[in-house]
């Protein structure tokens, strides 16, 4: 099982988007998938038509209360677990803050997961912001998945999460976090800037972009609030070719290891 964070500490770059969309993609490949929503505002959620849940988020689970398993929920799609969000997990950031493992509470709450063969990968949705919850997303997690927005200041934001990284690792939370991959979103083919963000990006980063980008729809933006993600919404459309693109590219990447040892 692998743990992938999907973070950006900007908001409206298409994070949950690519959370949602992703998991549905890789669970349409038939990966088993657990998409968890750590963002109080329970977009993810939303986008599988399951807010208004109480009690189902991963709240106990950080405080300690109750065990990660009791907290996983089926969604519409087959091979698609989620463990919802709810606006509880706003004071745990002030209750967790005061604890003394604050950092990794979330990394000792997915151990049981890890040992077991339930799922293939988590996806962590994490809340735009730098607060606990995004650092245990961080400790807790392999690599990082990090959406950028096609936009001049793509690279300042890529800098500040490379930064973010080494902070984490050098806090001894989790020294084997990477930037497992970066997504160009919001792409507008109409203009030249979005060409120029993207090259400009990958002259930087290299083989850590996904060669897949993200186009900026309409339907993209309408699916969550009809609660769908974009395989549902608007299947044969162009964000739905994009996402499931990704997820091809995704398995490539990560199950290429375990084709060369099998070699």
């Given at each position: 099982?692998?743990?992938?964070?999907?973070?950006?500490?900007?908001?409206?770059v298409?994070?949950?988007?690519?959370?949602?969309?992703?998991?549905?993609?890789?669970?349409?490949?038939?990966?088993?998938?657990?998409?968890?929503?750590?963002?109080?505002?329970?977009?993810?959620?939303?986008?599988?038509?399951?807010?208004?849940?109480?009690g189902?988020?991963?709240?106990?689970?950080?405080?300690?209360?109750?065990?990660?398993t009791?907290?996983?929920?089926?969604?519409?799609?087959?091979?698609?677990?989620?463990?919802?969000?709810?606006?509880?997990?706003?004071?745990?950031?002030?209750?967790?803050?005061?604890?003394d493992?604050?950092?990794?509470?979330?990394s000792?709450?997915?151990?049981?997961?890890?040992?077991?063969?339930?799922?293939?990968?988590?996806?962590?949705?994490?809340?735009?912001?730098?607060g606990?919850?995004?650092?245990?997303?961080?400790?807790?997690?392999?690599?990082?998945?990090?959406?950028?927005?096609?936009?001049?200041?793509?690279?300042?934001?890529?800098?500040?999460?490379?930064?973010?990284?080494?902070?984490?690792?050098?806090?001894g939370?989790?020294?084997?976090l990477?930037?497992?991959?970066?997504?160009?979103?919001?792409?507008?083919?109409?203009?030249?800037?979005?060409?120029?963000?993207?090259?400009?990006?990958?002259?930087?980063?290299?083989?850590?972009?996904?060669?897949?980008?993200?186009?900026?729809?309409?339907?993209?933006?309408?699916?969550?609030?009809?609660?769908?993600?974009?395989?549902?919404f608007?299947p044969?459309?162009?964000?739905?070719?994009?996402?499931?693109?990704?997820?091809?590219?995704?398995?490539?990447?990560?199950?290429?290891?375990?084709a060369q040892?099998?070699?």
């Amino acid at each position: 099982m692998k743990v992938i964070a999907i973070a950006n500490q900007k908001g409206g770059v298409g994070k949950t988007t690519t959370a949602v969309n992703l998991a549905a993609a890789l669970a349409e490949k038939k990966a088993r998938i657990l998409l968890i929503d750590l963002d109080p505002q329970g977009n993810a959620t939303s986008s599988f038509g399951l807010q208004g849940l109480e009690g189902q988020s991963l709240y106990g689970v950080l405080l300690g209360d109750d065990p990660v398993t009791e907290k996983v929920l089926p969604t519409r799609l087959e091979q698609l677990s989620i463990i919802p969000a709810d606006i509880d997990l706003a004071g745990a950031e002030i209750e967790i803050a005061r604890m003394d493992d604050h950092l990794t509470r979330l990394s000792q709450a997915l151990k049981i997961l890890r040992e077991d063969d339930t799922f293939d990968y988590v996806l962590l949705d994490c809340p735009p912001s730098l607060g606990i919850l995004m650092t245990n997303a961080l400790a807790a997690a392999d690599e990082l998945l990090t959406p950028i927005q096609c936009e001049y200041f793509a690279l300042e934001g890529l800098v500040k999460i490379v930064r973010l990284i080494e902070q984490v690792r050098d806090s001894g939370a989790n020294g084997h976090l990477e930037l497992g991959g970066i997504l160009m979103t919001m792409f507008d083919g109409r203009t030249n800037l979005s060409s120029q963000v993207v090259a400009e990006v990958r002259e930087h980063f290299g083989p850590r972009v996904y060669e897949t980008v993200i186009p900026r729809t309409v339907r993209l933006s309408e699916a969550p609030s009809f609660g769908k993600c974009i395989l549902e919404f608007d299947p044969n459309g162009t964000g739905a070719k994009a996402y499931r693109a990704l997820a091809l590219e995704f398995l490539r990447r990560h199950e290429a290891p375990r084709a060369q040892e099998n070699t």
